[in-house]
């Protein structure tokens, strides 16, 4: 990847906590420019709710256009109460699934790790999720969040609804690859998740997967049906390394792989597409009822930022000590309400943030 001395990045923040969460999350990024030398030039847009409010459309052109130009893309979070009745067209959701699909963001990469000082906040047994290190590779752009919606009325008066669940060879392929060179990296081993036994798309998924195998040969493969993916996520995580799957069973059990660790609130996400471009955002949602308050989690937001050093910008030292500054504050047992046992000595959005700035400038980060 080539090392830029300007980088732009896109910032939606989009509705509920996601200004706040992702105010932290710029105030790093701005750290890590400083410390590293390079500049960061920030750019505003709007999507999801507040964009319906504002411009009539839950992705405005002009916020496409402001992505289009940038080096990756930094997302808060969309949705709420507020927009639920509204018809699908005008859903907060639409625009993140409608950016996605213009972006050509494929590739869905959702890490679930169990960090040992929150052991305690999982709900599962200590010894069950001590340990926990795996991905979820998710596809995004096809399978029946994308396909064609019908509702219309039955001959007995009824109303039918129906959702076409398809997908193309080439694009099972494209996200199998992705999967197979990430678990190439770490222990070899990759679940491909599907349901052959009732779905034509899962068998042709798992058709392709075994061709695709041929060219890793030093990738273990195994298949595993969606249902008995979600009983062994809960039963025995530690046995997955990398999980791939299509776009709705991996929005699923990356959510549940998400809640091993204890808190939905410290998971990051990237949505990556081809070469080094990316949307990142925290796997959690707007959480409307605590919005404003400023008690919400920024760390999965920070840890997006994170990953988008990483991945687009090429700063892989720098992604390193921003991980590493939020891994030292959770180690001091400084904590949010989402993952405080004692509630009393939560500490807030801002406040958490400004610990995990004073690590990082703790650490040596290079360009």
Request: aromatic letters at 4%; hydrophobic letters at 45%; proline letters at 4%.
């Amino acid at each position: 990847m080539e090392k830029k001395n300007t980088y732009k990045i896109a910032v939606l923040p989009g509705d509920g906590i996601g200004p706040e969460i992702v105010a932290e999350a710029v105030k790093v990024l701005g750290a890590v420019a400083e410390q590293t030398g390079v500049t960061i030039e920030f750019e505003y847009g709007r999507i999801g709710g507040i964009a319906i409010d504002t411009d009539g459309t839950p992705l405005p052109e002009e916020t496409l256009e402001i992505a289009k130009r940038a080096d990756a893309v930094l997302l808060g979070a969309v949705g709420g109460p507020k927009w639920d009745q509204n018809p699908g067209h005008l859903r907060p959701e639409t625009g993140l699934l409608g950016i996605r699909k213009a972006l050509g963001l494929f590739a869905n990469i959702r890490p679930a790790t169990m960090h040992p000082s929150l052991v305690d906040a999982s709900s599962l047994k200590p010894e069950v999720v001590s340990g926990v290190d795996l991905i979820v590779v998710r596809e995004l752009t096809g399978g029946i969040y994308f396909g064609e919606k019908k509702r219309y009325a039955a001959a007995d008066g009824g109303e039918v609804a129906e959702d076409l669940l398809i997908y193309h060879e080439a694009e099972i392929e494209r996200i199998l690859r992705v999967a197979f060179e990430l678990a190439r990296k770490r222990s070899r081993r990759l679940v491909s998740v599907d349901k052959a036994n009732v779905l034509e798309s899962s068998r042709l998924w798992r058709k392709v997967a075994e061709r695709v195998a041929a060219d890793y040969p030093d990738v273990e493969l195994s298949h595993m049906l969606v249902d008995s993916c979600a009983m062994q996520l809960v039963r025995a995580p530690k046995q997955f390394d990398v999980i791939v799957t299509e776009n709705m069973f991996g929005d699923i059990l990356s959510d549940q792989a998400a809640m091993l660790t204890g808190s939905i609130g410290m998971l990051a996400s990237a949505s990556l597409a081809e070469g080094s471009f990316g949307l990142y955002e925290p796997v959690h949602g707007s959480a409307p009822d605590i919005a404003g308050k400023g008690i919400a989690n920024p760390l999965a937001t920070i840890l997006s930022a994170a990953m988008l050093l990483r991945h687009s910008l090429g700063l892989d030292e720098a992604a390193a000590a921003v991980e590493q500054a939020v891994w030292a504050v959770l180690e001091a047992g400084h904590r949010t309400g989402d993952i405080a046992q004692d509630k009393s000595k939560a500490l807030g959005t801002v406040e958490i943030g400004q610990l995990v700035l004073n690590e990082l400038a703790k650490r040596t980060v290079k360009k």
